[in-house]
T-cell receptor, first 110, second 112 residues
Framework: SQQGEEDPQALSIQEGENATMNCSYK?????LQWYRQNSGRGLVHLIL?????REKHSGRLRVTLDTSKKSSSLLITASRAADTASYFC??????????FGQGTRLTINP | DVKVTQSSRYLVKRTGEKVFLECVQD?????MFWYRQDPGLGLRLIYF???????EKGDIPEGYSVSREKKERFSLILESASTNQTSMYLC???????????FGPGTRLLVL
């Protein structure tokens, strides 16, 4: 069952600009996570935000969560070429299962 | 450092063959997962396991089975491979007390 839907599906920006990706979901959640996937590789965990949190920071990453709108956003500031990847949101509803969205493909142009 | 390894990066098999995909983690994690990833469909959960010899069906278990005889190893089995099982297969693990999953590099399987 697909829970998260990322928007946009693809995003292309210039190096140094900020990138914002959004995720919407349908049911109640315990937590929401963001993962990054470089081309042809496995996923790497970036950040987790719990349902009782509204905002979280990690380095150049800022995640917000609005449970009333069932949505989250991931902001990457001062983007670099190495940030080129696909980004996935994943929602945790209980236990340890996660449900992943379809991802946003981010391209950083030099 | 956390490590999840998968037995092959690329695999080519013929229709009808039995296929084994192996995943090993060295973090003493209780939970292990198998996903498949297809363009436009994201990651879909095939099976997961909370403990040795335990398994639970995910969203798309048809055509697959799994085996977990040891805590560190979780195998995905395609009993009779079909062309619609051509995909990227990702293994992941997590600790019982944590929601964060750690992924292997993936196996790209082509069934001819």
């Amino acid at each position: 069952s697909q829970q998260g839907e990322e928007d946009p599906q693809a995003l292309s920006i210039q190096e140094g600009e900020n990138a914002t990706m959004n995720c919407s979901y349908k049911t109640s959640i315990n937590n929401l996570q963001w993962y990054r996937q470089n081309s042809g590789r496995g996923l790497v965990h970036l950040i987790l935000i719990r349902s009782n949190e509204r905002e979280k920071h990690s380095g150049r990453l800022r995640v917000t969560l609005d449970t009333s709108k069932k949505s989250s956003s991931l902001l990457i500031t001062a983007s670099r070429a190495a940030d080129t990847a696909s980004y996935f949101c994943a929602t945790g509803e209980g236990a340890q299962k996660l449900v992943f969205g379809q991802g946003t493909r981010l391209t950083i142009n030099p | 450092d956390v490590k999840v390894t998968q037995s092959s990066r690329y695999l080519v098999k013929r229709t009808g063959e039995k296929v084994f995909l192996e995943c090993v983690q060295d973090m003493d994690h209780e939970n292990m997962f198998w996903y498949r990833q297809d363009p436009g469909l994201g990651l879909r959960l095939i099976y997961f396991s909370y403990d040795v010899k335990m398994k639970e069906k995910g969203d798309i278990p048809e055509g697959y089975s799994v085996s977990r005889e040891k805590k560190e190893r979780f195998s995905l089995i395609l009993e009779s491979a079909s062309t619609n099982q051509t995909s990227m297969y990702l293994c992941a693990s997590s600790a019982f007390t944590s929601e964060t999953q750690y992924f292997g590099p993936g196996t790209r399987l082509l069934v001819l």
